[in-house]
RNA sequence: GCCGAAGUGGUGGAAUUGGUAGACACGUCGGUCUCAAAAACCGAUGGCUUCUGGCCGUGCCGGUUCGAUUCCGGCCUUCGGUACCA
């Protein structure tokens, strides 16, 4: 053993016995339980950043922390390969997206093997591997066996320049973010998923996720957005047409003055009238030329026009003039709405706006309200007015008679309107799955028929940037075959979502080899479902959403007999540090700075606020530099310590420190004791003996309580500090080696899953031929827990005045006695009656005077 | 606007079921060692104060309670998400 602590030597050497010994690859042939343990896999974007040091170093501890508590767990590690980075790296620098991605992904894969992270990489794979899409591609013909996968025009950002589709995020201010022409609405066919199927399961489900944040269900809950309410015919004036709304306040419905509707209604032209006409086409013009983020901005002012027809309301049997308006939206309910300008504020301004009619139906209890004063909309409850026989009512008790009056009537129907909308998986790209169908001038659309399989990805294409995707220029790929008549036809050159391939990869690490399915059953059924999954707290609805939709879609189509994905999820904050920026030059990165100062002009650095670590801010911070000036145990530790994991963490270089040096004062006190753990002895039983070991039993448990299920990492490693600081403090460790030599070695224990490669080194010095794995995790004696004697708080009113110490097996009425008899309770309580005393056994007493 | 989370020393944070507010760490200050420095070790460290004592203090105001960082009501601020959802 060596006086100092080597971290360079010693990460590399165990790093090196692990590989050696293929230590954390697992079998289902295991008698252990199971606990499959998942982070959120990376994209290969070159290099890991401090977010991905957080997010495994917190799976790492579990991981770990599970296998010593005698578990078979599954961790295991890949990458999410597809996407926009490899090509637009391919666009610029030349470099095949293939290639730049294979090479990525090996620079990676040494970085995280190089912070220690027990992964099964037996089971690796990167979701542009053939043999991990093809088996996408299977399920999505199946999918459309089913009808879960289906063709629909929808509407893109098309950058006419370019030739091409543009993502929601390469679109900036309305322009494309490469050449800056300005971005069109394009209609396109597309592929979409039917999630709206499993809507309601999705939703009902969500009370089931017990170990799932609540505030995460919530967000998803939202998205999902479930509302009952009732879609109503209202008929049109001098036709036998009617105009289908939904709404969710059919209790305002004696309110209705005015109907809007979207400009992309079918029936708007329809119903405009001779004389309208040219106002009407002009403001369909002018709202479709407008950009939608534009549409749905906060200060949008509200604008429409008549289109000279009117509705009957159904149930006041008032004459309703139909307008077209700017805020209705086609894509929710029916995009028509039954206007109530007194009871909702859209409707309140647009009514003000163009002088139309409002009827107050609902009002506050006493309180009538006047149309001509109302300042604005009444949304709360109240009771109904003007509403017939419904009049006198409280407005949620006219909500269900109202319905259900419709309903009887035959003016209406209940229904349930989501606000999810059905998932769009073609995307214009050449670096992804292509999506498996054939185009037939005679056939239609043709899967491609299984046997087929896989359509593999060319990789031999040149990527320009321009002109579109390269695979529809690509006539190898492109030409093929009908599969169902022969004759020439045009394959798919759309590829899938990325967000397909991360849908489903924690089940293939199930079996990552196998060739039969995209699942091998008896795999899924052993490992199934991810006991932990760990992750960014930015994928809480889309990405989460999407896999507990896929894992339902797979149960359905019988490749797996699971309903969630996920059983327990914690979602991670992120990775944050302070910006600089010079004046003149802008951000800086701090090795551009010296004392204060840009390094290019002097001019002194201003220090920004704390934000996400990123790029472009320049306030990264690269683990690699971490790892060799502290070691990745160092790294871990901080990422660890700083800040519970699911809030943000702020970087600070001075804790980094400080982590390293309390890992050199643990390799201090175990190397200048050594001689200690030559000859083991039994432990003590002497007073002083116990007291240490009541410190070092108190510290098993609270540890083991913080990584089990609450994941307080912070409070764990502050206790195992606190035992550490106690064995410095401990000067009889002569006189009772054994308990010191307990202490010291219950240290190295706990710190195992947080700083392994010490932990294993320490445990080794101290003498055991086996690893700390065989150890296992260490148990609480609970005798050892045992005190004589209780430390207890006196309080006068509330206020600590004492603290004495009882016997610990003393009744409350001995407790009281001694409180009571204190010099200085008495001091208090003299002159004043004593009213009460409360005990709190082996707590507190609260003497409460007056 | 709505939904969600948070607000505690100079700093990161702790207080698990309503029971000692500030654990642990960083920083700062003092001491030991040293020719000196670094490292290490030991100690002090919320504010105020008339200082063997006392008062104030967990964003603000109020309430419940013997006792509130914790529960309730009303506000303020910050961060995250989201939106003309009828």
Redesign the pocket.
Known sequence: MQERYDHIAIELAWQKTWANANKFAVSQQCDKQKYYLLEMFPYPSGRIHMGHVRNYSIGDVVARFKRLQGYNVLHPMGWDAFGMPAENAAIQHGIHPAKWTVENIAKMRLQLKRMGFSYDWDREFATCNVEYYKWEQQIFLRMLEQGLAYKKSSIVNWCSECQTVLANEQVEDDCCWRCGTQVDDKELDQWFFKITNYAEELLDFTDKLTGWP??VL??QR??I?R?I?CEIEFPIENSSDNMK??????DTLYGATFM?L?VEHPKALALTTADQHSEVEAFIAKIRSQDKNK????D????GVFTGSYCINPLSGRKMPIYLA???????????????PTH?Q??FEFAKKYDLQMVVVIQPEGQPLNVDTMPQAWTDSGVMVNSDRFDGLSNEAAKEQIADYLVGEGLGDKTV?F?LRDWGVSRQRYWGNPIPVIYCDKCGVVPVPEKDLPVVLPTDVQLTGEGGSPLAKHEEFYSVACPKCGQSARRETDTFDTFVQSSWYFARYACPEYADAPIDKAAAEYWLPVDQYIGG??H???HLLYARFFTKVMRDLGYMDVDEPFTNLLTQGMVCKETQSCPEHGWLYPEQMVDGKCSQCGQSVVIG?T??MSKSKMNVVDPDHLIVKYGADTARLFTL????PE????W?E??V???Y??L??VW??IYDNRKLFAKRCAVETASEARKLRRITHRTIK?VT??IDG?F?F??A???V??L??AI??FDAKKEYPGAFAEALETVVQLLAPFVPHISEELWSCMGHDTDLEQAGWPLCDQQALIEDEK?I?V?V?????A?ITVSASADNATIEAAALADE?IQ??VAAKTVR?V?V?PG??V?V?VG
């Open positions: 609540e505030s919530t967000m939202n998205w957005g509302s309410g709304v939904f709404t969710t306040r059919q809007s979207a549409r749905s901005g906060d949008y002012e509200k604008e700017n805020f209705v939206l086609m894509d929710y309910g029916t995009g028509a709405v039954m206007a109530v909702d859209r409707d309107n606000r707290v930015e809480a609805v889309m606020r934000e996400k310590f700083a800040a519970p809030k943000d963490l702020e600070s001075q804790s420190e400080g982590c040096r309390f050199n004062r201090r006190v609270k309580e913080d609450r307080h912070n409070t490693i502050s206790a500090m606190e550490v600081n410095y403090l430390l708080v309080q009113n509330g206020k600590v005045r603290k200085v001091r208090f009460k409360i709190v707590k507190l609260n409460v």
